[in-house]
């Protein structure tokens, strides 16, 4: 039996997560590497591979072959997050991904201990991640002590740049366990997103997400679709910070732990829904365990630019024999 492997044999890899969506990290800093949508797949398949949500290759911008990447190295990045989603398709961005990437870079030595920032290259342009503060450091987590963003966690923020929204683009969501289909607002945070707003935590459990919810009409390249319930009686408006929870499918993926840039969707849906006057701070509680979204809107409401932050960390190393 042929190994589908046998062209990464040699390669170090990493395996981290971000809130419990993990990944599949490869060296490749010279860009040697080349990766097939089917290798990525079953690399990121859980029985017959590593397993992950996705695949992230470790290269020099500059040597990544990867168009733009080149002038993104210019500008600083000198490291590129080549990112594949869990079916081997690519995808532009993603935040739980890019604080696993740069935490793999320090982790790594290939940026120094005590950089303040780390420029990453992205499809979605450059992307800036510092460390921050963790925040559940004097705070309850989110649900136990083991649970992802808890002490023991390196924290990251990443300026995820700009934002758009768009009420006039109107989608209908049916969604298996959600009795009739509910309207969403589409987000662009570097990937599209569909968010739909629930009453009640019963029904954001209720949502059977097995199967991709159906989008009426789907969206040009399709869309990660997050369920959210906004939360006032967790929400410390005299601090300026919402509450919601919320779930997710991942285009490309399935139901995942949590999404990063869905994450930064769900609360620039809440505050659009919630109007001007309502937190830019969000405290985003998935599955998987807490973000924070900080959002600066322009002045007409409808664009602006996002912040979010949260763990990251490293499982595992090895190399692919």
Request: aromatic fraction near 4%.
């Amino acid at each position: 039996m042929n190994n589908p492997f046998a062209a990464l044999a040699g390669t170090r890899f990493h395996k981290g997560h971000g809130t419990e969506n993990d990944f599949v990290l490869l060296e490749d800093d010279g860009g040697d590497l080349t990766l097939h949508p089917e290798t990525v797949a079953l690399l990121a398949d859980r029985r017959t591979g590593l397993g992950g949500d996705g695949v992230i290759r470790i290269v020099r911008s500059a040597d990544s072959g990867i168009p733009g990447a080149h002038e993104q190295a210019a500008e600083g990045a000198e490291w590129f997050m080549d990112y594949y989603n869990h079916d081997g398709s690519l995808s532009e961005m993603c935040g739980n991904g890019v604080r696993v990437f740069a935490h793999a870079l320090l982790e790594t030595s290939r940026v120094p201990a005590d950089i303040e920032e780390i420029k990453v290259g992205t499809r979605d342009g450059i992307k800036t991640v510092r460390t921050t503060l963790n925040p559940a450091l004097g705070e309850t987590a989110p649900t136990n002590p083991s649970t992802p963003g808890g002490p023991e966690d390196a924290w990251y923020t990443v300026d995820m740049g700009r934002w758009s929204l768009d009420e006039s683009a109107e989608v209908l969501v049916t969604t298996d366990g959600i009795d009739v289909p509910r309207p969403g607002l589409s987000v662009e945070t570097g990937n599209p997103h569909t968010v739909v707003a629930l009453a009640e935590a019963a029904e954001l459990a209720a949502a059977d997400l097995r199967d991709a919810p159906v989008l009426d009409p789907v969206p040009p390249h399709g869309s990660n679709v997050e369920f959210i319930v906004m939360e006032p009686s967790r929400s410390d408006i005299a601090g300026g910070e919402g509450a919601l929870r919320m779930r997710v499918s991942e285009r490309g993926v399935g139901e995942t732990r949590s999404c990063g840039t869905g994450a930064c969707a769900a609360a620039i849906a809440a505050h659009h829904w919630a109007g001007p006057t309502s937190p830019l701070q969000w405290r985003v509680d998935v599955p998987g365990g807490r973000l924070r979204i900080g959002i600066t809107p322009d002045q007409d409401g409808d664009r602006g630019s996002v912040t979010l932050a949260g763990p990251a960390v490293l499982v595992a190393t090895g190399t692919i024999d």
